[in-house]
């Protein structure tokens, strides 16, 4: 009776986990798309920071910040999900990606490109001023300065969006190594080394693209993961049918 039930416990137990890891399915396309919209409103925001620094050399720091706003709202934010929006929809077309998910840095950084938000930077940064001289948040001698060096504003918004994705290139091929390392150590029973790959693959993914192919291998990590703890955090209680049952949710 006592063996029957703690088979039974056992298996509400990996009902409970499996229950967990399916309400923790994330919508990857809508994941991406915030992703998109918060990173590089980032990126932009500093580089934009750093033109207008260049561009009005006689204006104290707290008005070029109070400009840089004022150009930013009133029209680049806008601009960003409005070429990030263009940019998904024409990459699904242009790379067959029917989902909308990208699977790898290379076509995430492609449909930002083609869809405008670099190629079509000088116009997004022409509406952008237009809108706030016509809304008197910005003199038209302002106005006028940026538009003249706009491609200095161009220039610092583009590097800077190609620097972060050579930065997600760099992350990506971390996290790739992290998750082979991981493996190995369950291979090797490992626990203390399987929580410390865990532990860097979770905090390098907080600042990388949620890419479809990496999420499933985090996510197959942390549903094992989970097991593990559940049991005690030792691997010596855990069938290879539970790890396969991990591997396939």
Known sequence: ???????????????????????????????????FESTLGK???????????????NVIEDEVIEIKNVI???GIKSGIKTAIDSAINMGKSAMGIVTGKFENVSQAYNAIKSGGLIDNASKVIDNAVKAAK??????????????????VVKDC????IEENFMEQVDGIEK????????????NQKDIEGMNREYGKIKKKLENLIPLETTLKEA??????????KSKGNSLEN????EIKLARMI
């Open 1 to 35: 009776m006592e063996i029957e039930e703690k088979i039974e416990n056992n298996q509400n137990m990996n009902n409970e986990i499996i229950n967990d890891i399916a309400n923790n399915e994330v919508d990857i396309e809508k994941s991406q798309n915030s992703f």
């Open 43 to 57: 990126v932009i925001n500093t580089g934009c920071d750093i033109a207008l620094r260049t561009i009005l050399p």
């Open 219 to 228: 996510r197959t990590i942390e549903n094992i993961q989970a097991i593990v």
């Open 134 to 151: 016509d809304n008197n948040l910005i003199n038209p001698t302002t106005a006028k300065l940026i538009t003249k060096g706009k491609n």
């Open 175 to 186: 996290v790739g190594k992290y998750i082979n390392n991981w493996n190995n150590y369950l």
């Open 238 to 241: 855990i069938s290879e049918d």
């Open 72 to 74: 930013f709202n009133e």
């Open 157 to 160: 918004i583009t590097s800077g």
